[in-house]
């Protein structure tokens, strides 16, 4: 049974270090491709000569690909055709609401192909949709800016990679914990099954979060959040590390995304505030002339704690993708197998690795959540 | 980093989270931490009732102990009581049964001595009844002889003088 075990042990870490080869390199691939196939089109329709088959490899442009937002779930290229799975796209355009597939850009992102919607020309450059004809009086750094560019595009609510990816996490989630909560009107004895498994994770973050940070009394109330912002960021940063269809997103990894999760904390915060947490910011205790240094600083010490959370989840997803990703790009760059085992085991380790900071980044983010509440919230004596 | 349209995202986070948020306090945390807490206070009700009921059991022996100790001395006392009314008893019909003896004895020496006295008495008026009627006898001889009269009469005195 020892060998057996051991043998099997063996054969698992041989076949998750192979892994990564295949998982990451096929999209690697599949965008080479997609490129390709982008560029073959573009190049009849404008009549344009001399765009090679085979581009040059970029590292830079894979990796910003993949760690950003996207209007269709890119599965895999077959027989040099992409398989996707086309998400819709919803804009608020000039002339109202419109909702049609993105299969309709026929994976243009070059801003060549012009859709026509209900008699509004629209085009979609670095996965920004533009109005066609404002489009072509932006300038080159306008267009790579283009998410900013209010006034030349329409406002655009398509469920995206991100967002589709969001949608199924909290599906997810809310059926796993419905099964928790429901195994309990049937089990009254010690936990069985996923409720086994949930449950520490669920006592943990109470015990261990919670209670130290908020104190006894208070922190129930603030229970569901603590363990809704847990298990949703750790289920997203989990998603985002497995490496195929319908995952692979970078949702944690997205500053939008970790934003309005900051900016609810700093609401909950806020509106959960007592008495002595405003007077401390309106009327610190230092002299009266110190006052227009001091409110200030303290607002700025308001904002700045949920901005630190913003970044930080932002920062810590987004910098194990880019590691990931440019360990397989490696690869690619060296132009040779030879590099892959090295690539392979590089990112064994970083996926193993992620994992534990998926975990961390979540937990770090609810305690500072809790943290900033507890602050919020005591009675404390002045200091 | 494609940074599509910001708002797509914002706007999807907040609907979806606060919808995931609100759904999940109703139906998952509420029933959960409920059921947890109900379980941690009925272990914490199990523990201490446990506790209570090995403190009782632990009075309970000692008290069985403390009646055991009674019980042991009492019958110790019982049974020194026992042995020494036994005791008692002996010594009481030992005197009893001496007094008895005495007494006994006492009745017959005063018995023996008051036959005796009865019979001296007797034997007396006996020996002086024959001593009468030998002197009768011996008178009636004797008168007819004097001298031996004389004779027997002093031997005779001197005989009844011995007595």
């Not at chain 1, 790009?329 to 690539?343: G, H, N, R």
């Not at chain 2, 995202?9 to 029933?31: D, E, G, H, Q």
């Amino acid at each position: 049974m020892v060998i057996s075990k051991k043998s099997l042990q063996f054969l698992l870490v041989t076949f998750l270090s192979c892994m990564p080869l295949v998982t990451f390199a096929n999209p690697t691939a599949d965008s080479l491709q997609n490129h390709t196939e982008n560029a073959a089109p573009v190049a009849e329709a404008h009549g344009e000569t001399g765009h090679s088959a085979e581009k040059e490899f970029n590292a830079t442009e894979l990796i910003n690909d993949h760690i950003g937002d996207s209007h269709e779930f890119h599965i895999a290229d077959y027989d040099g055709h992409p398989i996707t799975f086309y998400l819709p796209v919803i804009l608020w355009t000039n002339n109202g609401l419109e909702i049609f597939s993105s299969e309709q850009f026929h994976h243009d992102n070059e801003g060549h192909h012009v859709v026509d919607v209900n008699g509004q020309k629209l085009v979609r450059f670095n996965e920004v949709i533009f109005y066609a004809d404002k489009f072509e009086t932006l300038t080159e750094d306008e267009r790579k800016n283009g998410a900013f560019a209010f006034d030349a595009r329409p406002l655009d609510f398509s469920i995206t990679k991100n967002v589709f990816s969001m949608l199924m996490s909290a599906l997810i989630l809310f059926f796993l914990f419905l099964a928790v909560a429901r195994s309990y009107n049937k089990n009254k004895l010690a936990p069985k099954g996923i409720a086994g498994f949930l449950e520490p994770l669920v006592i943990f973050v109470r015990d261990e979060i919670a209670i130290p940070n908020i104190g006894t009394k208070k922190y129930a109330k603030y229970m569901p959040y603590l363990l809704t912002i847990f298990f949703f960021i750790w289920i997203n940063n989990l998603i985002g590390l497995i490496p195929f269809f319908p995952f692979s997103s970078n949702l944690t990894g997205n500053i939008f995304f970790t934003f309005v999760l900051a900016f609810i904390t700093f609401l909950v915060t806020s509106l959960s505030a007592n008495k002595e947490y405003w007077k401390h910011i309106f009327m610190p205790p230092v002299p009266k002339a110190l006052y227009p240094i001091m409110i200030p600083v303290e607002i700025i010490g308001m904002l700045t704690k949920p901005f630190a959370l913003m970044i930080r989840l932002f920062a810590n997803i987004t910098a194990g993708h880019i590691i990931i990703l440019s360990l397989v790009s490696l690869i690619f760059i060296f132009k040779t197998v030879a590099v892959a085992p090295i690539s392979g085991a590089f990112v064994l380790f970083m996926s193993v690795l992620e994992m534990l900071v998926a975990a961390l980044q979540a937990y770090v983010f609810t305690l500072l959540t809790a943290l900033f509440i507890g602050q919020a919230v005591a009675e404390h004596d002045h200091h | 980093m494609n940074l599509t349209a910001p708002e797509s995202l914002i706007f999807w986070t907040s609907i979806i989270f606060i919808v995931f948020f609100i759904l999940l306090r109703k139906f998952a945390w509420k029933p959960i931490l409920g059921a947890v807490k109900g379980r941690e206070d009925s272990i914490n009700d199990a523990l201490s009732s446990a506790e209570t009921a090995r403190r009782e059991m632990q009075n309970l022996t000692a008290e069985n102990e403390r009646i055991l100790q009674e019980a042991r001395l009492e019958r110790d006392s019982l049974l020194k009581e026992a042995r020494e009314m036994r005791e008692k008893m002996i010594a009481d019909s030992k005197a009893d049964a001496q007094a008895e003896g005495a007494r006994m004895i006492e009745q017959a020496k005063t018995a023996i001595l008051a036959e005796k006295n009865a019979a001296m008495a007797e034997l007396k008026s006996q020996v002086s009844s024959l001593s009468l009627s030998i002197a009768e006898k011996v008178l009636k001889d004797e008168l007819s002889n004097k001298e031996a009269q004389t004779k027997l009469i002093e031997n005779m005195l001197g005989d009844v003088k011995l007595n």
